[in-house]
């Protein structure tokens, strides 16, 4: 799932679909994915859900606006796996 090519592929193709009007409509919206607050659109990155590395792809559907503290958070977790954080966290409450 690490082989460089692919991720060389697969990040280009997001660089491609950042300049797409799909992106900036998400962007312009300046919501959070993960968070849902509002943000103005240079306040948000490009988020993989499933991290390249553990075999996400550059698609429409894997790809949403993030702040910057989500996605620097997020790390290489999937969604699944950040639920699961969220609900041990609080259960240690």
Same mark, same amino acid.
């Given at each position: 799932? =690490?082989?460089?090519?692919?991720?060389?592929?697969?990040?280009?193709? *997001?660089?491609?679909?950042?300049? @797409?009007?799909?992106?900036? /409509?998400? +962007?312009?919206?300046?919501?959070?994915?993960?968070? $849902?607050?509002?943000? &103005?659109? @240079?306040?948000? =990155?490009?988020?993989?859900? +499933?991290?390249? *590395?553990?075999?996400? @792809? @550059?698609?429409?559907?894997?790809?949403?606006? *993030?702040? /910057?503290?989500?996605? /620097?958070?997020?790390?290489? $977790? =999937?969604? +699944?796996?950040?639920?699961?954080?969220?609900?041990? /966290? &609080?259960?240690?409450?």
């Amino acid at each position: 799932m =690490t082989d460089p090519a692919r991720i060389r592929r697969e990040r280009d193709k *997001a660089a491609k679909l950042k300049k @797409s009007q799909w992106w900036h /409509r998400l +962007v312009n919206r300046g919501i959070c994915h993960y968070c $849902e607050k509002k943000f &103005s659109p @240079s306040e948000l =990155t490009m988020d993989h859900v +499933v991290p390249l *590395a553990r075999g996400g @792809s @550059s698609t429409q559907g894997n790809l949403v606006p *993030a702040c /910057r503290e989500c996605n /620097r958070d997020k790390k290489l $977790e =999937t969604p +699944v796996e950040l639920i699961l954080k969220r609900e041990e /966290r &609080s259960n240690d409450e």
